[in-house]
């Protein structure tokens, strides 16, 4: 890891708040040796990355499956992408197995679930709701972007829907713009959430700081942040293909990865 940057502590006259956790600038060498970390993490406790994985595997099934049911098969795509928008929170699980293989402490799934459940009176709960309020933020611009591009319309089939859209001029517009505002809401929520759920897991912080403080990580160090990010989201793109099936691999590699990457990117002052 290399140079630090101070961090603010506080406005003038607030001596007695807790400082600011401390930013770190880090490199393209720093994300390949958290990954190589949250590859040894998975190997050392896989029934916990593969259980969650799998739980986050099915609900993704589900959700597409639901929309089929619904007879809204053309939701699948945009569902199962803006699924995908949930998954710091699904990580927390690892983040948390991540953080025991750390300190020696003990693993097991009493241990696991109660640290989980423990965070809905605590400020993480608030994150999850953040989380939640981008996910219908990009379903309702799917569902203005359907109307304005291919009208007030339903499909029979997702067949139907696709090829709509790759063989219109409305239907490759409606990709284009559907594509670039998501890719903008999902730099926006990878900016928020990078290192905010690690940090709210492991401190008492309030999800504003936590919030703040993940954004300062990206923009410390933009080249090798931004570059995980797209790695995530073309891993978790080509893990959902085989019907989710990926996931219940890489959505805990990409988490314990997470862990480090924040232990790398942030340092917690002493209270």
Wanted: net charge negative.
């Amino acid at each position: 890891m290399s140079e630090n940057n101070s961090a603010p502590m506080g406005a003038p006259g607030s001596e007695g708040l807790r400082p600011m956790p401390q930013v770190n600038r880090i490199t393209v060498n720093d994300v390949i040796d958290a990954l190589a970390a949250g590859l040894s993490d998975f190997r050392r406790a896989p029934v916990y990355g593969l259980a969650i994985g799998a739980f986050f595997a099915a609900g993704g099934l589900f959700v597409v499956l639901s929309a089929a049911a619904l007879n809204m098969s053309y939701l699948s795509y945009p569902a199962a992408a803006g699924f995908v928008l949930i998954g710091p929170f699904a990580a927390v699980g690892l983040y948390e197995v991540s953080r025991r293989l750390e300190t020696g402490e003990a693993l097991s799934w009493p241990k696991l679930f109660a640290t989980m459940w423990a965070q809905k009176s605590r400020e993480l709960s608030w994150m999850a709701f953040v989380v939640l309020f981008i996910q219908i933020m990009w379903m309702y611009q799917v569902r203005l972007l359907l109307a304005l591009f291919l009208g007030f319309r339903s499909f029979a089939s997702f067949d139907e829907f696709l090829t709509e859209v790759v063989s219109t001029p409305e239907g490759m517009m409606f990709l284009a713009v559907g594509h670039l505002a998501g890719a903008v809401l999902s730099l926006i929520l990878f900016s928020l959430t990078v290192v905010s759920f690690p940090l709210l897991l492991e401190e008492d912080r309030d999800f504003i700081t936590a919030m703040i403080t993940s954004v300062r990580a990206v923009v410390t160090s933009p080249l090798p942040m931004i570059g995980w990010a797209f790695v995530v989201t073309a891993v978790l793109i080509l893990s959902m293909i085989p019907a989710f099936i990926g996931l219940i691999v890489t959505l805990p590699i990409l988490g314990h990865t997470t862990w480090h990457l924040y232990r790398k990117c942030v340092t917690v002052p002493e209270a």
